[in-house]
């Protein structure tokens, strides 16, 4: 299913000086890592594989400029069962962002925790940043 959406980011920003701070991940964000714990001894099971695909196409405001985009980041699981991508890149006045991440397996065992725990911990971490946004130099 693809969701075309056009919104604007009224609440979801917070300005502070000369700077606008924004997280551009604004739907399907998970918000917090259920693999808590240090290790596991009963195997994790999805209901199903999980594919999700995110892309935000953004329109710089006028008299801003890029100051920060969160880096690039591309993580595969060592068995290949999870991947996530995400890039962050401006061109103009406008910036695009990617976020896909894919759970191919159903079953991961007790000795797979950490891996599954770990590729949580960098997906969540990444949504969570934010792009920063400054006012342009007056000319």
């Not at 739907?27 to 995110?54: A, D, T, W």
């Not at 985009?69 to 991947?83: G, H, I, N, R």
């Not at 896909?100 to 770990?118: R, S």
Request: with cysteine.
């Amino acid at each position: 299913m693809i969701e075309v959406l056009q919104v604007s980011l009224d609440n979801e920003t917070n300005a502070s000086g000369n700077h606008i701070y924004l997280n551009p991940i604004l739907c399907g964000k998970i918000q917090e890592n259920h693999f808590k714990q240090e290790k596991r001894l009963m195997p994790i099971e999805f209901i199903v594989p999980i594919k999700k695909s995110y892309m935000l196409n953004l329109t710089i405001p006028a008299g801003y400029i890029v100051d920060e985009l969160p880096q690039p980041v591309s993580m595969t699981l060592p068995d290949k069962t999870a991947s996530f991508k995400y890039m962050a890149k401006a061109a103009g006045n406008s910036i695009q962002l990617i976020c896909n991440w894919e759970i191919t397996e159903t079953f991961y065992p007790p000795e797979k925790y950490l891996d599954l725990k770990e590729f949580y911990d960098v997906l969540i971490s990444k949504q969570n940043e934010q792009i920063v946004l400054k006012k342009a130099p007056a000319n």
